[in-house]
C-alpha cells in the first residue's frame, strides 16, 4: 500500500481511511464550526496539522500491524509533536490544541517538556527524527501544511483571557470535526443517525400552532401573563446580546422564554436555542413541556436534547436501540440539535473543561440563543469567571444570552460585567410581580421555633410544604412527625428514581385533595411544578426563601393568599460559605424594617451587599483563582478547579424498586465486556451521592460493597439501611448530612 493512512477499515471492510481524505475533511468541518466566530482560516490549518505525525513510517507501520493482528493493542508512536511543532512555527498557541486533540488540552509548561520529549524521537533503526520526517513526508503531497506566511488571530482576542477562550473554541471545533469524520469512515451508519434537518422557523411555526391552542382566560394575572408574553415576542427584534427576563413565578417563564428565544433566533440566523438550568428534576420538567410543545414524539426527526448525568439512564431499557434514543445519545456528545435542554453545571464546567469529550460541543454555543433559568443559582464563588465566558460569547462568538429569573441577581454590580449593556424583555418588570403576587410572609424569626413546634405547623393543615437547609435538618423535622402516613420527604438521600416517584405521589395527592404533608431540602425550590396552601421556610438566603415561596399557592386558585411562613429553627444548621452569610444578611435586611420579598428592587439590594461581601481585592468573585490561571493558559488546572458543586462525593447503588435491573447493570459492569457505559446510564437513577469522607467511614463498617474492587472506579453497593421515605440514612452520622 503506498498511500499514507490515518485509520484502519471498519470492520467487515478493507477500506483504508486515506491520511489526506481525513485532514482534509477535517479541516473543511472544523472551518465551517469556527465560521460563526472568524476564525476559518486557522481552524482549517489546524484540522491540516492535527494528524501530520501519522505520517511518520512508524505510526503507518503501526496501523498495519493492528489491521494484520486484530489483537495487538497500544496507543502507537505519537502523531502529535509533528503538527504541534509546524503550528509552533506559524501561530505557537494552536501547538496546545494539536498536542490535546486526544488527550486533552494541558498548558504552556506541559507542553513545552512534553515537545522536548517528543521531538527527539527518531524513526525506528534510523536517525532521522521522526517529527521532521513526518512533516518533510507530508510536504511532499500536502505543501499546504506550511502556510505562507504567519497565521493572524482576530482583532477581537484582546488579552491573554480572551486568547484563552478563543483557543477553547478552536479546539472544540477540531475536535469535534476529528471525532466526526473519524465516525463517518469507521461506523458510517452511526454517523448517518447525527443531526436534524428541521430548522428554527419550522420550530417558530409549532410553537406558534401550539400558543394558539392556549386560551388564558379573563382576570388581571391572566391579563398579566399574556402582556408579559407579547413583550418576550417584541423584545426579540433587538440586536443579538445579553438580555433580562425578569418575571414572578406562575408568569410563564417557561413557555415565553421559548417564544423570545425562537423569534429572535429566527429573525437573527441563530443556530439552536440552548436553555440551562440548576437542577436535573427542573431540567426533565423542562425538557418534557418543550417536547409536548414541538410534539416531538409525532415527528420522525428528534428535536429536543434533554442532556444531563440522568438524562440516558431515565430511559427504558426498552428504549435503548430506539432511534429517538440513539440519537439524544449522540447528539448529546457535540450538541448537534436545534433545541438543547441541559444543567448549569453541564454547560460551565464544559466551557471552561480541557478534555475533549466535555470541550467538544463548546463551538456549538456560537451564533445560539442561551438562556440562563434561574440565573441567580450560579455560584457566587465562581461568577467572575461564568461572566467572563458570557461575556465573550455576547461580544465576540455572536451569541445571545438571557438571564431569566423571578429573582434577577445584580450581575451589572460585578467588575467583569458592569460595562455590558443588557436589555429588559419585560419592561417595567416591578407592576407584574404586583398583579401576580400569590403569597403573604409571615416572618417569624425574631425567636427560635424548635423542630415539634414546626411540625405541629405541618399536622395543622391539610397540606403543607417544609423546606429546611440541610439534609440532616429534613430528618430531624421528619422524626417529629412521627408515623404520619401523609409525610413525604425529599432531598439527595433519595436517589433519582425515588425522587421522581415521590414528586409523583404529590402531585396525585394535590390534585386530589389528599392530605400531604412534605418535608424536602433546596431541591425543590428552583421551578419543580408543585402548590401547596401554606409553605415553611427555615430562615435562608432571600432569594431561596422567594424560590420556596413560588411553590405556595403558585396557580393563584386559592380564595385568599397562600401563607408562607420564614422561621429561624432552635435546632437547625446553615451551609458554609456563601449559603451561610448571605442567610444572615438576610435577617440584617429584616432587623432593619418591613421586608417586601415581592420588590425585585430589593432583590436587587440584596444581591449587591451579597457579591461586596465576597468580592476580592481585585474586585473578582473567583475564589479558586481560575482568572489568574486562565491568563497563563493551564488549561488542565482550570478544569479542575472549575466545580459548579464544591464536593468531593462518591456514588454508590442503592437498591431502590427495580432490583433486577440493578443487579442486571451491576453484573454487567463487572463482567467488563464493553457494556459499561450503558451500564452505568442503567444505574445512573439508582445512585446516592454522598461525601468521600463518610464513604470511608461507611467501607470501614461493611456498609459499601465496590462494584469493581481493583479499579479506580469510585462507585460502591450500599449496603446499610435506605429507608422507603428518608431513603439513605445512616442513623449515627446526621450530623454529616450538612449540605442538600
Known amino acids: 500500500m503506498s498511500q499514507l493512512i490515518a485509520h484502519t477499515p471498519r470492520p467487515g471492510s478493507e477500506e483504508w481511511h486515506v491520511l489526506l481524505d481525513h485532514i482534509f475533511a477535517v479541516a473543511h468541518l472544523a472551518r465551517d464550526f469556527a465560521q460563526p466566530f472568524g476564525a476559518e482560516a486557522l481552524a482549517f490549518q489546524l484540522g491540516l496539522w492535527h494528524d501530520v505525525g501519522k505520517a511518520n513510517p512508524d505510526f503507518q507501520a503501526y496501523l498495519r500491524r493492528c489491521y494484520a493482528e486484530p489483537s495487538h493493542k497500544g496507543h502507537g508512536p505519537d502523531h502529535k509533536a509533528a503538527g504541534a511543532t509546524l503550528a509552533l512555527r506559524f501561530c505557537p498557541p494552536l501547538a496546545l490544541l494539536v498536542q490535546g486533540h486526544h488527550g486533552g488540552m494541558t498548558s504552556k509548561p506541559a507542553l513545552q517538556s512534553w515537545l522536548a520529549e517528543k521531538t527527539t524521537l527518531t524513526v525506528a533503526g534510523t536517525d532521522q527524527l ?21 497565521l493572524a488571530i482576530p482583532a477581537f482576542v484582546r488579552d491573554e483571557r480572551s486568547a484563552e477562550f478563543f483557543l477553547r473554541m478552536l479546539f472544540s471545533a477540531l475536535v469535534d470535526a476529528d471525532f466526526l469524520d473519524t465516525e463517518a469512515h469507521g461506523n458510517p451508519q452511526k454517523a448517518g443517525l447525527r443531526g436534524s434537518s428541521v430548522s428554527l422557523a419550522e420550530l417558530l411555526d409549532r410553537f406558534e400552532r401550539s400558543q394558539a391552542k392556549r386560551t388564558g382566560g379573563a382576570g388581571p394575572v391572566n391579563q398579566a401573563r399574556d402582556e408579559m408574553y407579547r413583550h418576550c415576542v417584541a423584545a426579540a427584534a433587538h440586536a443579538p446580546g445579553l438580555f433580562r427576563l425578569a ?38 420538567q423542562t425538557a418534557q413541556e418543550y417536547r409536548a410543545i414541538f410534539n416531538d414524539s409525532d415527528h420522525g426527526n428528534p428535536v429536543v436534547l434533554e442532556h444531563h448525568s440522568g438524562a440516558d439512564a431515565a430511559r427504558r431499557e426498552a428504549d435503548d436501540y430506539h432511534p429517538g434514543a440513539v440519537w439524544a445519545r449522540l447528539a448529546a456528545e457535540n450538541w448537534d440539535a436545534p433545541i438543547v435542554v441541559t444543567t448549569t453545571v453541564q454547560l460551565f464546567e464544559s466551557m471552561f473543561g480541557s478534555r475533549t469529550g466535555v470541550c467538544r460541543k463548546l463551538h456549538r454555543l456560537a451564533d445560539s440563543v442561551i438562556i440562563l433559568d434561574e440565573a441567580q443559582s450560579l455560584p457566587t464563588d465562581l461568577l467572575t469567571p461564568i461572566l467572563d465566558g458570557l461575556r465573550e460569547l455576547c461580544t465576540n462568538y455572536g451569541a445571545t444570552v438571557v438571564l431569566s429569573t423571578a429573582t434577577q441577581p445584580a450581575f451589572e454590580s460585578i467588575k467583569v460585567f458592569a460595562d455590558l449593556p443588557a436589555h429588559d424583555i419585560v419592561p417595567n418588570a416591578a407592576r407584574y410581580f404586583t398583579v401576580l403576587a400569590r403569597v403573604r410572609y409571615d416572618w417569624r424569626t425574631q425567636q427560635p421555633m424548635p423542630w415539634s413546634e414546626a411540625a405541629d405547623l405541618l399536622r395543622a393543615n391539610h397540606q403543607a410544604l417544609a423546606v429546611v437547609n440541610t439534609k440532616a435538618d429534613a430528618l430531624a423535622l421528619l422524626d417529629m412527625l412521627g408515623d404520619d402516613p401523609s409525610a413525604l420527604h425529599l432531598s439527595t438521600l433519595l436517589c433519582g428514581a425515588h425522587r421522581r416517584d415521590v414528586i409523583a405521589t404529590i402531585k396525585q395527592r394535590l390534585n386530589q385533595g389528599a392530605a400531604c404533608r412534605l418535608v424536602s431540602t433546596q431541591v425543590i425550590e428552583a421551578g419543580v411544578d408543585l402548590d401547596f396552601p401554606l409553605v415553611l421556610r427555615a430562615i435562608a438566603p432571600l432569594d431561596r426563601i422567594i424560590q420556596a415561596a413560588g411553590r405556595c399557592n403558585r396557580e393563584g386558585k386559592l380564595p385568599e393568599k397562600g401563607q408562607v411562613i420564614v422561621f429561624r429553627p432552635e435546632q437547625g444548621a446553615l451551609p458554609a460559605g456563601v449559603y451561610r452569610a448571605a442567610t444572615q444578611l438576610t435577617m440584617s435586611f429584616l432587623n432593619a424594617g418591613p421586608l417586601d420579598a415581592d420588590d425585585p428592587a430589593v432583590i436587587g439590594r440584596y444581591f449587591r451587599r451579597v457579591y461586596a461581601t465576597f468580592t476580592d481585592s481585585h474586585g473578582h468573585l473567583d475564589k479558586p483563582g481560575i482568572q489568574a490561571l486562565r491568563r497563563d493558559w493551564n488549561f488542565a488546572e482550570v478544569a479542575q478547579r472549575m466545580r459548579l458543586i464544591d464536593e468531593d462525593t462518591e456514588d454508590v447503588i442503592v437498591r431502590y424498586g427495580n432490583h433486577q435491573r440493578i443487579d442486571t447493570a451491576i453484573a454487567a459492569l463487572r463482567a467488563q465486556t464493553g457494556g459499561a457505559r450503558a451500564a452505568l446510564r442503567q444505574l445512573q437513577p439508582f445512585l446516592v451521592s454522598i461525601r468521600a469522607s463518610a464513604a470511608e467511614r461507611y467501607r470501614r463498617r461493611g456498609w459499601i460493597e465496590p462494584v469493581l474492587p481493583d479499579s479506580k472506579l469510585r462507585l460502591g453497593i450500599w449496603g446499610g439501611r435506605y429507608d422507603a421515605t428518608r431513603g439513605l440514612v445512616a442513623d449515627d452520622d446526621r450530623a454529616l448530612l450538612t449540605a442538600f
Not at 131 to 137: R, S
Not at 247 to 259: V, Y
Open 247 to 284: 418575571m414572578p413565578t406562575g408568569g410563564g417563564k417557561t413557555r415565553s422564554g421559548m417564544a423570545f428565544a425562537l423569534h429572535h433566533a429566527v429573525r437573527h440566523n441563530k443556530r439552536r436555542v440552548i436553555v440551562a438550568v440548576p437542577y436535573i428534576s427542573i431540567t426533565e
Open 130 to 150: 521522526a517529527v521532521d520526517t513526518a512533516i518533510a513526508t507530508l510536504r511532499e503531497v500536502l505543501p499546504a501544511i506550511e502556510p505562507e506566511g504567519k
